[in-house]
């Protein structure tokens, strides 16, 4: 289900938006049009679809439009031109005050400098939202205690925020978001200011976090890392425009221009790239139908050692050497049973290589990739070249 649809959307910042507009479209460069016109070009007719429960990161370099982009989606600026639905609805429209109820019921927004209140205990912090909606101290402080908690910062809630590291301040502005309870978050350069360690703790709370509440996010970020470690889908930004929209590995083994190659060459693959998408076709036997004569032809056809067992539903059932099969056809027998072995790895289809990294010393075998049915989808053969991929790609057919 589409929660958040973004059509068309520019943001002009100048008394001319209707000339800039026109020059942008004809793919006249932002900084020309700036020096023609005197408009700045913020965000360029920019459109895209968010679902439910999507994590969707907005990532570009400083000046791309990032912010002037996620201050559109909830009218923290008022787009120039364009729409941006909210579960269907065009939110460019609303008065003043459904827009309040749509920022305290709907979508809230996470900054980069937290922007807490310093006077105010953490517990105070976070229940703000709900105060001005006229919510009671009771039901306030049990919300706030939930949201804190949520964060990990049980313990916490009646301490000040000025006592608390800049991670946990961050928190503070995260539970601050989820005890409205919005189906959608808002996070500008959330975890930008942190300290790379604490920032990656961060990211890790986010997905767990995620996890559980599964909301609606859009993140924006600078850090290609980050956007690949925490998207489902990324939009890269580019002077206002997004130049591409995509998965991790599709932003990575498909960059749409020079400036997302450019952005995305010194990453390590191993650490976004899935079992899925270096596994090759796998070759396997069906137990029941076929005998060892049969697994030794296409062991010897494709110069292999071994060979997957399935079943007719293409579940794996084991593996058998060669050696092994061979004996077997010589006493005639003809099923694999006997020598099935079950000493190889499996692993599921959304692995990270970086963590089949550790199997590439120890198995025997090509690594099966399974699905959650245990059916073999594919196989991982000499995982220990694999990390070779690191800067290079996988080897696509293209
Ligand atoms: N209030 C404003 N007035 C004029 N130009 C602005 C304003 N806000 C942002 N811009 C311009 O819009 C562009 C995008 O800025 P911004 O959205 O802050 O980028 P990012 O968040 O990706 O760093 C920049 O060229 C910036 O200078
Ligand atoms: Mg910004």
């Given at each position: 289900m589409t929660e958040l649809e973004v059509k068309n959307l520019y943001k002009i910042f100048g008394s001319n938006p209707n000339e800039a507009r026109k020059l942008a479209e004809e793919g006249v460069p932002k900084d020309k049009i700036l020096k023609e016109?005197?408009?700045?070009?913020?965000?360029?007719n920019v459109s895209f679809k968010v679902e439910k429960g999507e994590t969707f990161v907005v990532m570009g370099l400083s000046g791309s439009g990032k912010s002037t982009l996620i201050r559109c989606l909830n009218r923290l600026q008022d787009p120039t031109f364009g729409e941006v639905h909210v579960n269907g609805r065009n939110i460019v429209t609303l008065n003043k005050q459904e827009l309040r109820d749509l920022r305290r019921t709907k979508m809230s927004m996470v900054f980069q400098n937290f922007?807490?209140?310093?006077?105010?205990?953490v517990r105070r912090n976070v229940d703000y939202g709900l105060e001005i909606q006229g919510i009671g101290m009771e039901e306030r402080k049990k919300r706030a205690y939930e949201a804190l908690k949520l964060v990990g910062?049980?313990?916490?809630?009646?301490?000040?925020?000025?006592?608390?590291?800049g991670g946990m301040q961050q928190r503070v502005g995260l539970a601050r978001a989820l005890v409205l309870d919005p189906d959608i978050l808002l996070m500008d350069e959330a975890f930008s200011a942190l300290d790379p360690l604490i920032k990656r703790n961060m990211q890790d709370e986010l997905l767990e976090l995620q996890e559980k509440v599964k909301k609606t996010i859009v993140f924006i970020t600078h850090d290609l890392d980050e956007a690949l470690k925490l998207g489902d889908r990324i939009a890269v930004m580019y002077e206002g425009s997004v130049v591409q929209i995509g998965t991790p590995e599709e932003i990575l083994t498909e960059p749409a221009n020079d400036y997302v190659r450019d952005f995305v060459e010194n990453v390590d693959r191993t650490k976004v790239l899935t079992a899925e998408s270096i596994m090759k076709k796998p070759l396997a036997v069906v137990d029941s139908r076929e005998g060892p004569k049969a697994a030794i032809r296409r062991m010897e056809k494709e110069e292999i050692s071994s060979i997957y067992v399935v079943d007719k539903s293409r579940i794996l059932q084991g593996v058998v050497d060669i050696e092994d099969a061979k004996r077997l056809a010589d006493k005639g027998v003809k099923s694999l049973k006997s020598i099935l072995k079950s000493d190889y790895d499996t692993t599921a289809l959304d692995t990270r290589i970086i963590d089949l990294l550790p199997l590439a010393s120890r198995t025997n075998y090509p690594i099966a990739v399974i699905d959650d049915k245990q059916r073999l989808m594919g196989v991982i053969v000499r995982v220990s070249v694999i990390s070779g991929i690191s800067r290079e790609g996988v080897d696509n057919d293209a």
């Open positions: 016109t005197g408009n700045t070009i913020g965000v360029n922007g807490l209140f310093p006077h105010r205990s910062l049980e313990g916490y809630e009646e301490m000040k925020t000025t006592e608390l590291s």
